[in-house]
């Protein structure tokens, strides 16, 4: 029986999975890369070594599961942008993290130009520098790299297009349409670059690459790599990777992924939406990974945030420990935690809004901050969903979770009774890796259709059990903590 292999190459680290055609995990390797902050609010990648430590991942995978699959399936970190020569492979400038916020002051331009409504219009996103265009403008200010872009000897793209090329030597230039999706280049009803929007941005088109459905078969590995070649049958940014593991490929099936930050879709089907006020529009993967579209919403700091009380606090040991400490105490002690270290994404879209931890007294304990962690993802998570509530005949009967926070009961049995709705979470949690194998097995023949990739997930169900008047409490509570980051934004006192 056949299997795909998977790679996830994520924020942190790259993890590498084989999957088998029953969807059992046949071998695993992970790698950590480094973070780099050269200055306040820039977050940047060395992309030679995102390449190396997905090979040394994808290595480690080959060689535990000790059998050849049928093919490899890419999914990847979002709108970071990677430049590189097309001749010698070699990166030409640092890769800009979608985490960034040094184009901050541009997209403060746009919005006031009044570009944001043909942006809006056009790509389903809003002016903020979390996106690819104004990090991909940022790079080619340098005179020297905007001529070798003119010339043609200079290719860009988003990190599965960066891993792509290095993996076939160079001969293919691809991005899917999820990854082309959140660029603010990419119009999501013509299905291709817009040429005014690549002019707002002064992009050349030839710099970028063609782009290509999420699953069937774009070219082979290079046999150098891994001592044989793999068809590269499968491509999708992680979110909608996630949503295609879920299975949420019928309208008002949501899923909502717990890494470095929180993302929440909802499946919308094959007509494009039109998003409520702050809530994004994106393209996602139908059941036989056609193109399709979805409603998201972003939190940019989830995971990061407990990353943080770990690395930067010292007041725990490992991100497990954070769900005994949780239930050590029976609330947060007044404390509100709003880890806006890199803005607030949806529904504020306020890059300049910064972290605040509110309501500390003596008796606030590491418990205590530890809890409001955790909240602190459950109530922004929840904002995403009361965000889309506007959406046109939208229905969410349950969320479905994923990503390493989803593994806390504890939490996601706060975020079932936050949310007033269930949340169930599958017996296989990595969905973003098992989403590129799906996409990848379908183009390949290893499944027949998504019913049979997805017929053996189960579920863990957490129903909720807060009261209304209780729900309502905790949200008022949420809401005053966001108020006190949107005012160091504003430079206004909190509740002016």
């Known amino acids: ?15 590498a999975l084989v999957i088998h055609q029953d969807g059992s995990v046949l071998g695993r390797g992970y790698r950590e890369f480094t973070q780099h902050f050269p200055q306040p609010g820039w977050v940047e990648h060395d992309p030679d070594e995102i390449f190396r430590v997905s090979l040394d991942a994808i290595r480690e995978a080959l060689a535990s599961a000790g059998e050849r699959p049928a093919g490899l399936g890419i999914t990847n970190q979002r709108e970071t942008v990677v430049l590189w020569d097309r001749r010698t492979l070699q990166p030409v400038a640092p890769a800009i993290v979608w ?8 997209c403060r331009e746009l919005r006031q130009s009044g570009a944001e409504k043909l942006l809006r219009s056009r790509t389903g996103l809003v002016a903020d520098p979390y996106f690819s265009a104004t990090k991909l403008e940022w790079l080619l200010r340098d005179p020297e790299i905007r001529r070798r872009a003119g010339r043609g000897e200079l290719a860009a793209g988003t990190v599965e297009s960066w ?19 959140r660029t603010l280049l990419y119009d999501l009803r013509a299905r291709d670059w817009h040429p005014e929007l690549l002019g707002i941005f002064g ?27 793999l068809p590269i ?27 470095t930050g929180a993302f929440l879709l909802v499946y919308r089907g094959g007509k494009l939406p039109q998003p409520p006020e702050g809530v994004l529009a994106t393209a996602a993967c139908g059941p036989s990974g056609e193109p399709a579209y ?29 769900e005994a400490l949780a239930r050590s105490v029976p609330d947060t002690g007044g404390v509100t935690f709003v880890p806006a ?103 390949l023949g290893v499944w027949g259709g998504s019913a049979e ?31 006190a980051a949107l005012a160091w934004a504003r430079r206004e006192p909190a509740g002016a």
Not at 6 to 15: F, I, Y
Not at 346 to 368: L, S
Request: aromatic share 4%; proline share 5%; charged share 20%.
């Open 233 to 259: 049958a499968g491509l999708a940014g992680d979110q909608q990777s996630a949503l295609f593991g879920q299975g949420c490929c019928r309208e008002g099936l949501a899923k909502n992924t717990y890494g």
């Open 341 to 443: 270290f890199v803005g607030l994404g949806t529904p504020h879209w306020e890059p300049e809004a910064r972290g605040t931890i509110t309501g500390i007294t003596r008796g606030t304990t590491r418990a205590h901050l530890v809890r409001a962690a955790l909240e602190s993802i459950v109530h922004s998570s929840a904002e995403l969903l009361a965000a889309m509530a506007g959406a046109e005949g939208l229905e969410v009967p349950a969320l479905r979770v994923d990503g390493g926070a989803a593994a806390n009961d504890w939490m996601m049995q706060h975020q079932a009774d936050i949310l007033g709705i269930p949340v169930e979470r599958p017996d296989m949690v990595e969905t973003t890796a098992l989403g590129a194998a799906g996409l990848a097995g379908l183009a």
């Open 294 to 322: 979805a409603l998201e919403g972003s939190v940019f700091i989830a995971g990061a945030a407990v990353q943080w009380l770990r690395d930067g606090l010292g007041i725990i040991g490992t991100a497990a420990d954070t």
């Open 163 to 181: 891993l792509v090329a290095r993996l076939t030597g160079g001969r293919v230039h691809v991005s899917d349409h999820t990854n082309a999706s």
């Open 453 to 483: 990739f997805l017929a053996r997930r189960r579920f863990t169900r957490f129903e909720p059990r807060m009261s209304p008047e209780e729900r309502r409490r905790r949200h008022d509570d949420w809401e005053r903590g966001v108020a």
């Open 99 to 106: 985490q960034d916020r040094r184009t901050s002051a541009r």
């Open 1 to 15: 029986m056949p299997s795909i292999l998977a790679l996830d190459q994520g924020t942190t680290g790259s993890t």
């Open 203 to 229: 992009i050349p088109r030839e710099l970028l690459p063609a782009v290509v459905p999420s699953s069937g078969v774009v070219g082979e590995s290079d046999p150098s790599h891994f001592g044989l070649p």
